[in-house]
């Protein structure tokens, strides 16, 4: 059977942008536009040319070899001809393949926010789209607001994607762009714009995800005839975010609802790549990738109680719904409180540390682990810190240094002009060698400081973590008062864009922080000479 094409187009680099505390720079789109490049997405719409300087810097060259490069822009203004309208000018000059015009279809927006008679937008819709095409542009045309437009004046709303179609329109896309459209609406909508003469093979969705269902919808229009689907990668975008391309792909690619009927220009052997795409656009805005994500999450293929990880060894398939190796993700079976042995033994073998079923040295670990769960430490979010207890209890780990002790003081005084400043300053004793080491490091606040001074002079191993990172640090109070208990959970990462967490738990915040980056540093030293397993350094 013949498979019909699902178009990918991808506005994270600007529908993304729109995301509060996002700022590319122009150095950050090139190298975002050679990611969606290399990874295949159809089209790249990269931005709006002439709205900002970094957007018209972007657009001096075309930024992609395969992906059909996208210019975004309104279309021309009401009472200005398009040959003199300068914004328009701006689009067409752009070094893109494409031009994506961004039109009103609700009556009320071309009323209140252009000002002109609804015939005036039709005629800037259609004169904009000629103008594309005769710039040996491939036009297209975003209908904001369609779906709520299309519930307030059907007639005009049609009539706008329409006029685009009619102009010579590749693709006219419906936009849910206040995210409120549901599921069913979408697909009775979409239907109903194929009826009334657009074809389902030039229209695409573009849908925001005010209720958490703009993948649903994407979904839903697809159902319905569109064969455009608009998104973001990772789901970012204003707001609430805009459809995720890297839930969308591998839903399209894997399940067979619909990759029995339609196909996509990722292949199996590239989706495979799909978790690495995701993890490094995460990296790149400095972010944490999103554990519980779909597909690409750590947590994504991940069992922690032990009667699912009993059966999960038997056959993955009991508890999972694809192939963890099909989009570059990995089975992760966690170690706490509520797995039995066969989580452990999974775990260890995975890292590469063999252990019988009836070794005294397993029971010896479980009863550990669950013991210092009890009090607060929580494996599951903390691998590498897992890893080395493992080591510690079934075998050894190197002794690289020893600590003789450390003091961190806190001191709040006036400086030499007057004002008053908070002071943090750590004092760490090690034994290296057998020789005796003392650092002091000032720092921003009291941990910052402790770890500047563990990490200042390691010795002979000190170019080994020259490019050691702590990436994240979070606490939780486990419970209540000034003497509560405190679990501190610290991310780190190296210069080869592992990632890897530790965990520390104590009444005292700064001796729960300082578990955790000694375990931090050890590991390191541990993965530097193949000693850690792939799994605590995902």
């Given at each position: 059977?013949?498979?019909?094409k699902?178009y ?17 720079s ?5 190298a975002?536009a050679s990611?969606?490049?290399d ?6 719409e990269g931005?709006?040319?002439g709205a900002?300087?970094?957007?018209t810097?972007?657009?001096t060259q075309?930024?992609?070899n ?21 914004g328009?000018?701006?689009?067409l000059q ?17 009323k ?18 000629e ?21 307030a004046?059907?007639?005009y ?5 329409k006029t685009?179609?009619?102009?010579g329109?590749?693709?006219?896309v ?13 697909g009775?909508?979409?239907?109903a714009v ?10 695409g969705?573009h849908?925001h ?6 993948v649903?919808n ?11 689907i ?17 839930t ?5 690619c894997?399940k ?5 009927r339609?196909?996509t ?15 490094a ?14 597909y ?5 293929f991940a ?10 060894l ?30 452990f ?6 890292r ?6 009836d070794d005294p ?13 009890a ?6 979010g ?6 080395l ?7 050894t780990?190197?002794d ?15 400086d030499?002009?007057?004002h ?18 003392m ?9 910052n ?38 679990r501190v ?15 520390g738990?104590?009444?005292?915040i700064i ?6 980056l000694?375990d ?19």
């Amino acid at each position: 059977m013949t498979r019909e094409k699902i178009y990918l187009f991808d506005t994270t680099l600007r529908d993304g942008q729109q995301t509060p505390g996002i700022d590319f720079s122009v150095e950050d789109k090139i190298a975002i536009a050679s990611m969606l490049d290399d990874f295949g997405f159809d089209y790249v719409e990269g931005g709006y040319p002439g709205a900002n300087p970094t957007d018209t810097a972007f657009f001096t060259q075309k930024r992609t070899n395969r992906a059909a490069f996208v210019a975004f822009g309104m279309t021309k203004r009401a009472g200005i001809s398009a040959s003199n309208d300068p914004g328009l000018a701006q689009l067409l000059q752009a070094k893109s393949d494409a031009v994506c015009f961004v039109a009103k279809s609700w009556d009320y927006h071309v009323k209140v926010a252009l000002g002109c008679t609804n015939e005036e937008n039709l005629a800037s819709i259609r004169e904009s789209v000629e103008a594309a095409i005769a710039a040996g542009k491939t036009a297209m045309v975003d209908c904001e607001h369609f779906f709520d437009g299309y519930k307030a004046n059907p007639d005009y709303a049609v009539a706008c994607a329409k006029t685009a179609y009619e102009a010579g329109a590749r693709w006219v896309v419906l936009c849910d762009t206040n995210g409120g459209t549901q599921p069913p609406e979408v697909g009775t909508i979409v239907a109903a714009v194929i009826a009334a003469g657009v074809p389902g093979s030039a229209l695409g969705i573009h849908a925001h995800n005010d209720t958490g269902q703009a993948v649903a919808n994407s979904l839903a229009a697809i159902e319905a005839g569109a064969r455009q689907i608009q998104g973001t990668l990772n789901g970012i975008g204003e707001r609430c975010g805009n459809a995720n391309l890297v839930t969308l792909i591998p839903t399209l690619c894997l399940k067979e609802t619909y990759a029995e009927r339609f196909e996509t220009a990722i292949d199996h052997e590239t989706l495979a790549g799909l978790t690495r795409l995701s993890h490094a656009f995460d990296e790149l805005l400095n972010r944490s990738p999103e554990h519980q994500a779909p597909y690409v999450g750590a947590s994504a293929f991940a069992t922690k109680a032990g009667i699912h990880a009993s059966a999960l060894l038997k056959d993955p398939r009991t508890y999972e719904h694809v192939d963890p190796a099909s989009v570059g993700n990995f089975r992760k079976v966690m170690v706490s409180d509520q797995g039995g042995k066969a989580n452990f033994i999974n775990e260890l073998k995975r890292r590469g540390i063999a252990v019988e079923k009836d070794d005294p040295r397993l029971d010896r670990l479980i009863s550990i682990v669950k013991e210092r769960e009890a009090t607060g430490y929580a494996y599951e979010g903390a691998d590498a810190s897992f890893e080395l207890l493992a080591h510690r209890t079934l075998g050894t780990v190197p002794d690289f240094f020893s600590i003789d002790g450390f003091r961190v003081m806190v001191e709040r005084r006036f400086d030499a002009n007057g004002h008053l400043k908070t002071v943090s300053e750590a004092v760490v004793k090690l034994v290296i060698d057998g020789e005796s080491v003392m650092s002091v490091a000032e720092g921003d606040g009291p941990v910052n400081a402790l770890d500047i001074a563990l990490r200042k002079d390691l010795g002979k191993y000190q170019a080994e973590i020259g490019d050691l990172e702590l990436t994240d640090y979070k606490v939780r109070i486990l419970n209540g008062g000034t003497e509560a208990i405190t679990r501190v959970l610290i991310e780190s990462g190296d210069a080869t864009g592992v990632r890897w967490w530790t965990v520390g738990v104590s009444e005292n915040i700064i001796d729960a922080s300082f578990q955790a980056l000694m375990d931090s540093i050890v590991y390191k030293l541990m993965k530097n000479r193949q000693l850690a397993g792939k799994i605590a350094a995902e």
